[in-house]
């Protein structure tokens, strides 16, 4: 059974992952930023349930920016365990509204939790997964990794961004029994949307006319669908990571294509979307998004 670390545990798809490797008798170190105040509810029900059910799960103050907390995290499961098996790069936040309208401050902390953020765990955890020779990093990215959307300008480049350095991973280290996986989710109910951070230079949105409605319509358009009977289940996206996870090492591939002139991409290992849609129907709901 596994030694698993994830990232982001306090809701959504990290919390249902963790539950949900831990019933398969993996041991989940879930970690979680503010674990002894803000998210001491969150730790302490998923404490509570691993109690009551008989799972092994333990749970870790991490600030996926901290890289500190980043290295205590990993120091004291080596010290318990002295191995990491699977690492599932999940922390992030969803920043929606037009371009212009966010502060570069605004700019630099979306890039700084979901890009750098997985950088930083990766470097923590690599020199332990090479000297295994042995370990399997896993990358929740996003459909929006690959389209790009109106009104999602520094969530889409934060995750073109974790993207590039994943599939840039799964090449380099080829040859270490490491392997870097991508899980590309379209859009599930979560915390995700709740907690989205708004533009804080609302002045500069004036000039845009209708436009400036775009995160509005944006927000309702998915609280509607995540409140309405054909809502996706998010624990679709846990059970494809358990899929992956449970792939014998070396067969979660990427398969490697090339488009026309396109430069070379590697397909996700996974890529979950409601109603089982399929990133081409995502190219069709990405045209009729830009045709405001
Ligand atoms: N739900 C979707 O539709 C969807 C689609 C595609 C991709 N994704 C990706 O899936 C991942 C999980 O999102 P979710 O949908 O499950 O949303 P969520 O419920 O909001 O979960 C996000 C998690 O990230 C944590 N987090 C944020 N900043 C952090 C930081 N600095 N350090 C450590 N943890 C931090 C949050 O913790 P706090 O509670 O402390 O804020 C929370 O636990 C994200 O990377 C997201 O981009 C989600």
């Given at each position: 059974?596994a030694?698993?670390?994830i990232t982001?545990?306090s809701?959504?798809?990290g919390?249902?992952?963790a539950e949900t490797?831990a019933?398969?008798?993996?041991t989940v170190y879930?970690?979680?930023?503010?674990?002894n105040?803000?998210n001491r509810?969150?730790?302490?029900g998923?404490?509570?349930l691993?109690?009551e059910q008989?799972?092994?799960?333990?749970?870790?103050?991490m600030?996926?920016k901290d890289e500190?907390?980043i290295q205590?995290?990993?120091?004291?499961?080596?010290?318990?365990?002295?191995?990491?098996d699977?690492?599932?790069n999940?922390?992030?936040?969803m920043s929606i509204?037009?371009?212009?309208?966010?502060?570069e401050a605004?700019a630099a902390?979306q890039?700084d939790?979901?890009f750098?953020?997985?950088?930083?765990?990766?470097?923590?955890?690599?020199?332990?997964l090479?000297?295994q020779?042995?370990?399997?990093?896993i990358?929740?990215?996003s459909i929006?990794?690959?389209l790009?959307?109106?009104?999602c300008?520094?969530y889409c480049?934060s995750k073109?961004?974790?993207?590039?350095?994943?599939?840039?991973?799964?090449y380099?280290l080829?040859?270490t029994?490491?392997?870097?996986?991508?899980?590309?989710?379209?859009?599930?109910?979560?915390?995700l949307l709740?907690?989205s951070p708004?533009p804080?230079?609302v002045?500069?949105?004036?000039?845009?006319g209708?436009l400036a409605?775009l995160r509005?319509r944006?927000v309702?358009?998915?609280?509607d669908?995540f409140?309405?009977p054909s809502?996706?289940?998010t624990?679709?996206v846990?059970?494809?990571?358990?899929?992956?996870?449970?792939?014998?090492?070396?067969?979660?591939?990427?398969?490697?294509?090339?488009?026309?002139f396109r430069?070379?991409?590697i397909?996700?290992?996974?890529c979950p979307?409601?109603?089982?849609?399929?990133p081409?129907?995502?190219?069709r709901?990405?045209d009729s998004?830009?045709?405001?």
């Amino acid at each position: 059974m596994a030694i698993v670390l994830i990232t982001g545990t306090s809701s959504g798809i990290g919390r249902l992952t963790a539950e949900t490797l831990a019933r398969e008798g993996h041991t989940v170190y879930a970690t979680m930023r503010d674990r002894n105040s803000r998210n001491r509810d969150a730790a302490d029900g998923i404490l509570r349930l691993a109690k009551e059910q008989g799972l092994a799960i333990r749970v870790l103050d991490m600030d996926v920016k901290d890289e500190s907390a980043i290295q205590g995290a990993v120091g004291e499961i080596l010290r318990e365990t002295s191995r990491i098996d699977i690492v599932v790069n999940n922390a992030g936040l969803m920043s929606i509204g037009l371009a212009e309208g966010f502060t570069e401050a605004q700019a630099a902390h979306q890039m700084d939790v979901n890009f750098l953020g997985p950088v930083r765990v990766c470097r923590a955890v690599l020199p332990h997964l090479r000297a295994q020779r042995a370990g399997l990093l896993i990358h929740v990215t996003s459909i929006v990794g690959r389209l790009l959307f109106p009104g999602c300008a520094f969530y889409c480049a934060s995750k073109f961004a974790h993207e590039a350095y994943a599939e840039v991973l799964h090449y380099e280290l080829k040859g270490t029994g490491v392997e870097s996986v991508i899980v590309e989710p379209g859009p599930y109910p979560s915390r995700l949307l709740p907690n989205s951070p708004a533009p804080e230079d609302v002045e500069r949105l004036a000039g845009y006319g209708d436009l400036a409605a775009l995160r509005d319509r944006f927000v309702r358009h998915f609280s509607d669908f995540f409140s309405s009977p054909s809502a996706p289940d998010t624990r679709e996206v846990a059970d494809g990571i358990l899929r992956l996870v449970q792939l014998p090492p070396g067969t979660r591939h990427f398969t490697v294509c090339r488009r026309g002139f396109r430069r070379k991409r590697i397909k996700p290992a996974y890529c979950p979307a409601p109603g089982g849609s399929t990133p081409r129907t995502w190219a069709r709901i990405h045209d009729s998004f830009c045709s405001y």
